[in-house]
């Protein structure tokens, strides 16, 4: 084998315009397939990135009317959603992929909402229990969060996020300040940021309308005192944080299930019509997943394209290698007439084939690496090389090699040798 190596890099070293040629469409085959796979892979990262975040592995569970997540800004509680119980977060929290758990409820842009004369429009109110900073990944940067008396003793305070800070109070301290909640005075005492600094990649309009969500700022307070600004007895929604990304979807509909139990039967109603009230997790990775099969769809098509170059490169091996096995007859003869068998004259010529092919199929990974990083400067879009492409082009080149060498081989091995050592 090692002679047979060493005289196929002699064949090749003694025809070096000729092998180039012939490993062309071998090298460009190779190179296309290495950067699209590595342009599809990085793409998926990207969206699933933008979906999920940077790794804070939460899932929002909230009460669904259908399709449409329930907003009590504008309709009336479910009558038939009871209130979650402390029992009700500790079996969430005893789930395997859950790590903890918050509940809490929520205002977009509600219209009651003053720092002194001015409205502040566009922001939005959370009402959270003690878990919530702690689950969703927030932490506070300036005053102090809440503590446990604020849950008990229904303290009218307050703690806002960077981006309100900055927006509504101009570069004073927020602590200490008071904003108008449906008339109520509620103390601020603290600037809440959120752990990571991800921000999603906008690289289109629909990345835009996909992954943006707009608003002026964020309020939180004391889910006790939800009942006091706006409603008692409203329903709450759920935040859990699972112990992977991967455990993210099992977590959500494990914990939906539990919360749905505080949903029972309208009297009056069939059991079909109360169910279109009901807790929903959102699947950030099965929407990650729809958007990635999207995307690969497309590129897919591409990579059967680029295959095309590696059947034209197969060819270019056959033909060349037919080529050789006629300008080598009289080599043939002389090799069998001293007693060379068949398959010693198949196996070298395969071998010859095997390498000119795995030759240019490591040059044809280079030059996709490259390509690949090529593609991702101009076009801006992320790249992620595979290591398992890289692996399976090199293996593929090697195939095509023997498989399209074989022919040849097998009509190097059958020449007669008699009629070898007559060859002109």
Same mark, same amino acid.
């Given at each position: 084998?090692?002679?047979?190596?060493?005289?196929?890099?002699?064949?090749?070293?003694?025809?070096?315009?000729?092998?180039?040629?012939?490993?062309?469409?071998?090298?460009?085959?190779?190179?296309?397939?290495?950067?699209?796979?590595?342009?599809?892979?990085?793409?998926?990262?990207?969206?699933?990135?933008?979906?999920?975040?940077?790794?804070?592995?939460?899932?929002?569970?909230?009460?669904?009317?259908? %399709? $449409? &997540?329930?907003?009590?800004?504008? /309709?009336?509680?479910?009558?038939?959603?009871?209130? !979650? +119980?402390?029992?009700? @977060?500790?079996?969430?929290?005893?789930?395997?992929?859950?790590?903890?758990?918050?509940?809490?409820?929520?205002?977009?842009?509600?219209?009651?909402?003053?720092?002194?004369?001015?409205?502040?429009?566009?922001?939005?109110?959370?009402?959270?229990?003690?878990?919530?900073? %702690? $689950? &969703?990944?927030?932490?506070?940067? /300036?005053?102090?969060?809440?503590?446990?008396?604020? !849950? +008990?003793?229904?303290? @009218?305070?307050?703690?806002?996020?960077?981006?309100?800070?900055?927006?509504?109070?101009?570069?004073?301290?927020?602590?200490?300040?008071?904003?108008?909640?449906?008339?109520?005075?509620?103390?601020?005492?603290?600037?809440?940021?959120?752990?990571?600094?991800?921000?999603?990649?906008?690289?289109?309009?629909?990345?835009?309308?996909?992954?943006?969500?707009?608003?002026?700022?964020?309020?939180?307070?004391?889910?006790?005192?939800?009942?006091?600004?706006?409603?008692?007895?409203?329903?709450?929604?759920?935040?859990?944080?699972?112990?992977?990304?991967?455990?993210?979807?099992?977590?959500?509909?494990?914990?939906?299930?539990?919360?749905?139990?505080?949903?029972?039967?309208?009297?009056?109603?069939?059991?079909?019509?109360?169910?279109?009230?009901?807790?929903?997790?959102?699947?950030?990775?099965?929407?990650?997943?729809?958007?990635?099969?999207?995307?690969?769809?497309?590129?897919?098509?591409?990579?059967?394209?680029?295959?095309?170059?590696?059947?034209?490169?197969?060819?270019?091996?056959?033909?060349?290698?037919?080529?050789?096995?006629?300008?080598?007859?009289?080599?043939?003869?002389?090799?069998?007439?001293?007693?060379?068998?068949?398959?010693?004259?198949?196996?070298?010529?395969?071998?010859?084939?095997?390498?000119?092919?795995?030759?240019?199929?490591?040059?044809?990974?280079?030059?996709?690496?490259?390509?690949?990083?090529?593609?991702?400067?101009?076009?801006?879009?992320?790249?992620?090389?595979?290591?398992?492409?890289?692996?399976?082009?090199?293996?593929?080149?090697?195939?095509?090699?023997?498989?399209?060498?074989?022919?040849?081989?097998?009509?190097?091995?059958?020449?007669?040798?008699?009629?070898?050592?007559?060859?002109?």
């Amino acid at each position: 084998m090692i002679e047979n190596i060493r005289l196929s890099f002699k064949g090749i070293l003694s025809h070096k315009i000729r092998s180039f040629l012939t490993m062309l469409g071998i090298i460009i085959g190779i190179a296309a397939i290495i950067a699209i796979v590595s342009t599809i892979k990085g793409t998926n990262e990207q969206i699933k990135n933008n979906l999920i975040g940077a790794g804070n592995n939460t899932v929002k569970i909230q009460l669904s009317n259908g %399709d $449409t &997540v329930c907003d009590f800004s504008y /309709e009336a509680p479910p009558s038939n959603v009871a209130m !979650f +119980t402390s029992d009700t @977060k500790k079996r969430i929290n005893e789930l395997k992929e859950v790590e903890s758990s918050t509940f809490y409820r929520t205002r977009n842009n509600p219209d009651n909402l003053f720092y002194l004369n001015k409205k502040m429009d566009s922001s939005t109110v959370y009402g959270v229990d003690e878990d919530y900073f %702690d $689950t &969703v990944g927030y932490e506070i940067v /300036e005053g102090k969060g809440f503590v446990k008396r604020n !849950f +008990t003793k229904f303290d @009218k305070v307050a703690v806002v996020d960077k981006t309100l800070a900055e927006g509504l109070f101009q570069g004073e301290s927020p602590v200490g300040k008071v904003i108008d909640i449906s008339g109520e005075p509620f103390t601020v005492i603290g600037v809440a940021v959120k752990n990571s600094s991800f921000e999603p990649v906008i690289s289109s309009v629909e990345d835009y309308y996909t992954y943006n969500q707009t608003s002026s700022g964020l309020i939180f307070i004391p889910t006790n005192d939800w009942g006091i600004v706006f409603r008692y007895d409203e329903p709450e929604n759920c935040i859990v944080k699972a112990v992977d990304t991967d455990s993210m979807t099992n977590a959500g509909k494990k914990s939906a299930d539990i919360l749905n139990e505080n949903v029972s039967t309208v009297k009056g109603e069939s059991k079909e019509t109360s169910a279109s009230v009901e807790y929903k997790s959102e699947s950030l990775l099965e929407q990650a997943k729809s958007l990635q099969d999207l995307s690969s769809s497309t590129n897919k098509m591409l990579i059967w394209i680029a295959s095309i170059s590696l059947l034209v490169g197969g060819i270019g091996v056959m033909n060349i290698m037919l080529v050789s096995v006629t300008e080598r007859t009289r080599e043939i003869g002389l090799k069998k007439a001293l007693g060379a068998r068949k398959k010693r004259i198949l196996a070298q010529f395969l071998t010859e084939a095997a390498v000119l092919t795995s030759i240019g199929g490591m040059i044809g990974v280079l030059t996709g690496i490259g390509l690949s990083q090529v593609i991702a400067k101009v076009a801006e879009v992320p790249v992620a090389i595979s290591s398992a492409s890289i692996v399976v082009s090199v293996v593929f080149s090697m195939v095509v090699g023997i498989v399209f060498g074989l022919i040849p081989s097998i009509k190097a091995a059958k020449l007669n040798p008699i009629d070898a050592l007559r060859y002109e």
